[in-house]
């Protein structure tokens, strides 16, 4: 019998639940409450900045589902939720251990007001065009928001931020498409890019 939030890592993943939590004490309740509820993998749980709090869990869409609910049943002050299907295996992967570049063709950096809306832009456009996840900041240090930045050739990042856009609405700051960006732009963007 499998204990509640000890999914196997290897499990597939079909469903990211994401909550912004206004403050780090509630944040640390809702972890403990959605993963009580129902059987989901705690991928991430952390402060970032400006006193939020950030809790990412994965596991099967009911159970995602049931646990985000529960959070924003809760009657505590949550800023952004949701439950993202049939997610990007990339982007799990990146929440779990980071990913290295091999090679940057074109760049497209996409700026978020907050955190939560920007992980389900970044899920979305990576589904929807050939391209790959070469970072994604998520709140610290840079006041609550955050930025992604995908790679790929120039017509794929040119499509997978139209769809980040059209996504983020309101809570989009700026796109930047950068094609054949310097050396220099990259190494400081991507960890482990060999140019």
Known sequence: ?????????????????????????????????????????????????????????SGDCAAVTAAVQAAEGSGRKILGSYVLSNVSPELVSFLRKGTVVKEVESLAVVECRNVSSGIAAADKALKSSAVCLARLVTGQGINGKSYFVISGDVASVGEAAKVAES?????????????????????????GVRL
């Not at 204990?3 to 290897?10: E, L, P, S, T």
């Not at 597939?12 to 009580?36: P, R």
């Not at 609405?169 to 991507?190: C, D, M, T, W, Y």
């Open 1 to 57: 019998m499998q204990n509640r939030g000890n999914m196997k890592k290897n499990q597939e993943i079909d469903t990211l639940g994401v909550v912004e939590s206004a403050t780090i004490a509630a944040g640390v309740a809702l972890t403990d409450t959605m993963l009580k509820v129902a059987d989901v993998e705690l991928l991430q749980a952390t402060t970032i900045c400006s006193g939020r709090y950030m809790i990412y869990i």
């Open 167 to 191: 996504v983020l609405g309101k809570n989009l700051i700026e796109v930047v498409i950068i094609p054949q960006p310097h050396a220099s732009v990259v190494r400081s963007l991507v960890k």
